[in-house]
C-alpha cells in the first residue's frame, strides 16, 4: 500500500482545458509539497501547503491541503502545453524524519496545442 | 549558480561491475539525499546524509553504498551491478529536515545495467 495515492496517473488534454490531480492519503502530514519535473530533468519544487484547508495560488495553478491535511489537490486552469511534465506530490513522513520525503507515484501530464 | 551537480548523466554497466555516481552541492547544505526513479514512478529513498560523517538508509539501500566526507560531496557507490538496479538515479539537497524547504534536485544519472 503506498503511502501517497495520486490520481489520475495520466492524463492528455487539450490546450485550454482545466484539470484537477489528487494526492491522497490515510495518513495526517504536518506539511504537503508539489514537484514538477520535466524529461531529462530533476523535480523542481511548486509549493509547499502546512495548514489545513490552505489554498495556494502560482499564476493558473491552485493548490489545495485538505482541513484534516490528509490529501492535497491540484488544480491547473486553461493548459498551456508547457505545463506538460510529471507531477509529484511528496511528504515527510515520521516523527524524525531529516526530510526524508516519500514521493507519490506521479501525475504524467500532457498537453496538446 | 550551480545548484546541485551530479556526473556522469549516462552510463551503461555490465552486470557485476562497480561504479560510483557522484553528487556536488555548492548551497552548503547539510541534508542530502539519494533517490532512484524507476520508468512511470514516484522517487525512493536510497540513502541519506544529515551532515559530513553522518549518513543512514532510506527505503531501497540494498546493493549501495555512500560516505559524506565534506559538506559538499554526497557519492553514491554500486557493488556488484544489477539489472534491477537499472533506473535514474537524483541527488538532493535542502538547508532544513523540516519538509518545508525545498529539495534541490540534480538533473540525475540514468544508468542501465546489462
Known amino acids: 500500500t503506498q503511502l501517497l495515492e495520486q490520481s489520475p496517473q495520466f492524463l492528455s488534454i487539450q490546450e485550454g482545458e482545466n484539470l484537477t490531480v489528487y494526492c491522497n492519503s490515510s495518513?495526517?502530514?504536518?506539511?504537503l509539497q508539489w514537484y514538477r519535473q520535466e524529461p531529462g530533468e530533476g523535480p523542481v519544487l511548486l509549493v509547499t501547503?502546512?495548514?489545513?484547508?490552505e489554498v495556494k495560488k502560482l499564476k493558473r495553478l491552485t493548490f489545495q491541503f485538505g482541513d484534516a491535511r490528509k490529501d492535497s489537490s491540484l488544480h491547473i486552469t486553461a493548459a498551456q502545453p508547457g505545463d506538460t511534465g510529471l507531477y509529484l506530490c511528496a511528504v515527510v513522513a515520521g516523527g524524525t524524519s531529516y526530510g526524508k520525503l516519500t514521493f507519490g507515484q506521479g501525475t504524467i501530464l500532457t498537453v496538446h496545442p | 549558480n550551480a545548484g546541485v551537480t551530479q556526473t556522469p548523466k549516462f552510463r551503461i554497466l555490465k552486470i557485476g561491475q562497480s561504479m560510483t555516481l557522484q553528487c556536488a552541492q555548492d548551497m552548503n547544505h547539510n541534508y542530502m539525499y539519494w533517490y532512484r526513479q524507476d520508468p512511470g514512478m514516484g522517487l525512493k529513498l536510497i540513502y541519506y546524509?544529515?551532515?559530513?560523517?553522518?549518513?543512514d538508509k532510506g527505503e531501497v539501500p540494498n546493493g549501495y553504498n555512500v560516505s559524506r566526507s565534506t559538506t559538499e560531496d554526497f557519492p553514491l557507490r554500486l557493488e556488484l551491478a544489477a539489472p534491477s538496479q537499472t533506473s535514474v538515479y537524483f541527488c538532493?539537497?535542502?538547508?532544513?529536515?523540516?519538509?518545508?524547504?525545498?529539495?534541490?534536485f540534480g538533473d540525475g544519472t540514468r544508468l542501465s545495467i546489462l
Open positions: 495518513s495526517v502530514f504536518s506539511s
Open positions: 538532493a539537497s535542502t538547508s532544513t529536515g523540516t519538509g518545508i524547504q525545498p529539495q534541490h
Open positions: 546524509s544529515v551532515g559530513a560523517g553522518i549518513t
Open positions: 501547503v502546512v495548514t489545513g484547508g
